[in-house]
């Protein structure tokens, strides 16, 4: 069955510095990875797909990078409006584009 | 210039009642999906529908049922609601381009509370 697992659960961060979220997965044929934001109250706001090992992208203050085993989220010099739980979630096999998704990190960056 | 709203944004009931949730998308996409994230925020498939045709149908009571009048609209039933079901569900949709999976985008959530 596929797996996700994210790390660390929560993390707290002072602003400006700088750190990163894991994401582990075992699945069979990946498919994408996929980053998500979300916000208290809201739905999840996609950030990143990554297709192989190797990708790299980049949003401002976010860098996602994809190994055949993990993902990591790099966040550089955060601020408070960073601060919301990221999701990853993955798509895999035959699916038809069902994601699975992790339990995510909560991230609070202070000022 | 809403891409994928729901409807309520609250739902408060009694335990056995029947509701209701509608989504529409108006971002053209082909495939909208149902999720259902539990207290601990974990967020897990329930049903997906392409072109109104459902393709995910994941070990969900049939109490829950969907429907996909057109592309752009996928409506949950739930049928002699539990304390179990409270929860918030997502709707989502994605495009279908080339041979890629590509990325969901959701709607702001059903707060689903059963008394």
């Known amino acids: 069955e596929d797996q996700v697992t994210q790390s660390p659960e929560a993390l707290r961060l002072q602003e400006g510095e700088s750190s990163s979220l894991n994401c582990s997965y075992t699945v069979s044929g990946l498919r994408g990875l996929f980053w998500y934001r979300q916000d208290p109250g809201k739905g999840p706001e996609f950030l990143f797909t990554?297709?192989?090992a190797g990708e790299e992208k980049e949003k401002e203050r976010l860098k996602a990078t994809l190994t055949k085993k993990e993902s990591f989220l790099h966040i550089t010099a955060p601020k408070p409006e960073d601060s919301a739980t990221y999701l990853c979630?993955?798509?895999?096999?035959?699916?038809?584009?069902?994601?699975?998704f992790g339990t995510g990190t909560r991230l609070l960056v202070s000022p | 210039d809403t891409a994928v709203s729901q409807t309520p944004k609250y739902l408060v009931t009694q335990m056995g009642n029947d509701k209701s949730i509608k989504c529409e998308q108006n971002l053209g996409h082909d495939t909208m999906y149902w999720y259902k994230q539990d207290s601990k925020k974990f967020l897990k498939i329930m049903f997906s529908y392409n072109n109104k045709e459902l393709i995910i149908n994941e070990t969900v009571p049939n109490r829950f049922s969907p429907k996909s009048p057109d592309k752009a609209h996928l409506n949950l039933h739930i049928n002699s609601l539990e304390l179990g079901d409270s929860a918030v569900y997502f709707c989502a949709s994605s495009p279908r381009r080339g041979g890629h999976y590509n990325e969901q985008f959701f709607g702001p959530g059903t707060r689903l509370t059963v008394l």
């Open positions: 979630a993955v798509q895999a096999g035959t699916g038809f584009q069902k994601l699975v």
């Open positions: 990554l297709y192989s």
